[in-house]
Every structure is written in C-alpha cells, then in structure tokens.
C-alpha cells in the first residue's frame, strides 16, 4: 500500500479565504493549499487591502465585514475562476471603484450570469472589452439586498460567489436558481458558511442567506479531492494500492465520489470517515455514467478509459466545455494522438478499448488535462510527452514529482 499526501482543497482554500476577509476577526486557515491559483487569491486580497500573513503551514487572515480597505484598486486575477469570480462579488458589497482583469484564458471563460445577478442587485458594474467576460469594474456603494433568479447551469460558482456575499449585505439574499451543476460544491459552500456562523440554507431552488455577520475561525483545510483522483486511478490502472489520508466519507468535496466510479469499474474501494483506499482490478470494466456533479474529474476517467474492458461513457458534462478550455474536445483530441476510438456530443463523450501509443498531448493549458493523461502513461509503451507540463503550477506545483515518485515506488 502506498500512502500520498495530497496538497489542500483548491476549492476550499479559495472559500475559506473570502470567508476569512468578510468575517469579524481574525481566523487562521491550517494546511491551504499553495498553487498559483490561490496564491493570486491572496494577491487579490491584499490588493483590496486585507491584511494576510503566510506562514508555512497556516495563514491568518484579518477579516473586514466592511469590505476592501482601500477606495480604489486594479486587481489582476491571472487563471484563477474562484479569484475571477468570487473577488468581484467581495468589492462589490464594499465602497469604492475596483478593476478587475485576468488571463487570456480567463477572459475567454463566462462570466455573464453573476454580473448579471449583480447588476439586478443594484451593483454599478461594466465589462471594459466584452459583455459577460473580464476585465470588469466595480464602482461599490455596498448591496441591499433582496430576492432574485440565477441561472447557475454553467458554473456553480456564479451561486456561490451571491451565497458568499449574501450575509455581507444589508438585507440578505434569496437566490432562486434556474438550473445548477456541480452540486456538491454549493453544499461545500453552504456547510462553511455555517461554520463561520451563517444560517444559509436551500429550500427547494431556493437558497435563504440570512445578513447574518461571519465570525472569523480556525480551520483546517482538508486535502483537495480532484486532485486525489490522479493517484486513486493510477492505482486503478496498474492494480496497485493508494491511500489517501484526511479525505473520506466525511470530506466536504463531492469529487470523492470518483471512488464511487472506479469502483464500478472493478476497483476495490475502502471509504471511511478519514480516508479513501483504492486497489486496481485485474483489467477495468467499461462502464457508462453521469458526472454532472463531479465533472472536474472528467479527464481523469476519459485518460484511464482506454484501459477497460469495453466503452466507457461520460454523461451529462456540458460544463466542461467551458473551463479552462473545452475539455471534451481535447480528451477527444488527445485520445486520438494516441490511437483510441473515440466519440463526442454536445454533453458527452465515449471511448473504446485500445491499447494507446505513445503520443504528443495538448494540455491547452488546462491542468486537469496535463495531469489526467500523465497518470495514463503509466500504462503507455514511450511514455507521452506533455506541451505544457508547467501548467499543473494552477493547482499542484509537486505533481510530476510526487507521480514519479509513485512510479518509482512500483518500479513502473
């Protein structure tokens, strides 16, 4: 058995840092995660004016309910979607004139539906290039509050960004949505926020966020779950064991339910409250299923596929297309450089066994594809060569040497 240390939740750290800035107090954040995505969070923070301190191992933060400290600031927000979308939301609930841009790759991704939520609360905003995407500014004079419809169906964090700004408006926030993806991570949303003393709840397609003030808190940061699905499939697809310590029944992350589906594959899985433990199967099975809810584990199982013993289908994703870059179509790309079958729709993709050959992969900057298709070259004759291997720095900067130490440790 082989046990692997996965660096903190992304998702989690970017929460916990809004949560931390808007609360009374000061809270300390243990084990978050250190990446180039939430680093350029704490940038964007400290641009607003908040006052955090990065310690190895913990980070304190000084919260200011009243919003940024400064009237005026131009944050940049690199790839980081949380930064892009969450800061925007945080300076308007505050006063002052605040400007944000990002990367190119970060321009091209949406942002319509929570400006657009914005604006129907009376915030004074404008797209500088494009409507719906950045660069953005922010003229803040504070939010009322109220009652409004979201359409949530492209991103979970247009809702979670409002549920998060909701106790720092006058009023409070009732959100109806129209649609909504990835559902675990608006409960991972929900559930923090009552731990930093806010009441919000869902009744039906109704999220109540009560303008109920933060308290600041200490907390631990558990470790990331999209990231633990490389070395659970790697163990998947070698038939070796992988544990993984502090992510478990008990995790806030849906993406733990990736376990769920290697599993079905013939995995042998070991959930408990603490821990997840994966040994791979003799050969996959081919398996068809719907991951509307864990969708950033797409790559992982679309990069594995090949392996199993039939077609393994992937439903009900749409919202891939729209992350860091259309991840349906480079898994069909990058499937087919290396010789497998494969197909795609608007909404899904299904691939066929194949014994894949080594091949050039187009990560199009996308951390989640360099990441996915280095744990299928373990089983690929030649290895694959990554065009962008540096990418993987948005959310795990150890990756290639904490795989390669996998692949040293099974003499792989």
Known sequence: MT?????????????????????????VLRRPLLSDDSEGFAEGLRTLGY?????????????????????????YCRDGATTARFLPALAAAGHGTFRFDASAQMRRRPLGPLTTALRELGVDLTHELAEGHHPLTVRADGIKGGALTLDAGLSSQFLT?????GPLTADGLDITVSDLVSVPYVEMTLAMMRRFGNDARRVGDTFHVPAQPYRATDYLIEPDASTASYFLAAAALTGRTVTIPGLGSDS????????????AMGAEVDLRPDSVTVTGPERLRG?????????????????????????????????????????????EENLTALGVPVRTGTDWIEIQPARPRSAAIACHGDHRIAMSFSVAALRVDGGVTLDDPGCVRKTFPGFHDALAALRGDWGL
């Not at 009243?66 to 009237?71: F, K, M, N, R, T």
């Not at 199982?301 to 439903?315: H, T």
Request: overall charge negative; hydrophobic content about 45%.
């Open 3 to 27: 046990v692997v240390a996965v660096p903190g939740s992304k998702s989690i750290t970017a929460r916990a840092l809004f949560l931390a800035a808007a609360a009374e107090g000061t809270t």
């Open 51 to 75: 006052r955090l301190d990065q310690q190895p191992g913990h980070w304190t933060v000084e919260g200011r309910p009243a919003g940024p400290a400064v009237e005026a600031a131009e944050v």
């Open 161 to 165: 960004a409002l549920l998060l700004t």
């Open 252 to 263: 806030l992350q849906g993406d733990v339910r990736f376990a769920e589906v290697l599993a």
């Open 287 to 331: 398996v068809t299923v719907t991951m509307r809810d864990i969708s950033d584990t797409v790559p992982t199982l679309a990069a594995i596929a090949p392996f199993a013993d039939g077609p393994v289908r992937i439903e009900d994703v749409y919202n891939t297309r729209v992350k860091e870059c259309d991840r349906l179509a480079a898994c």
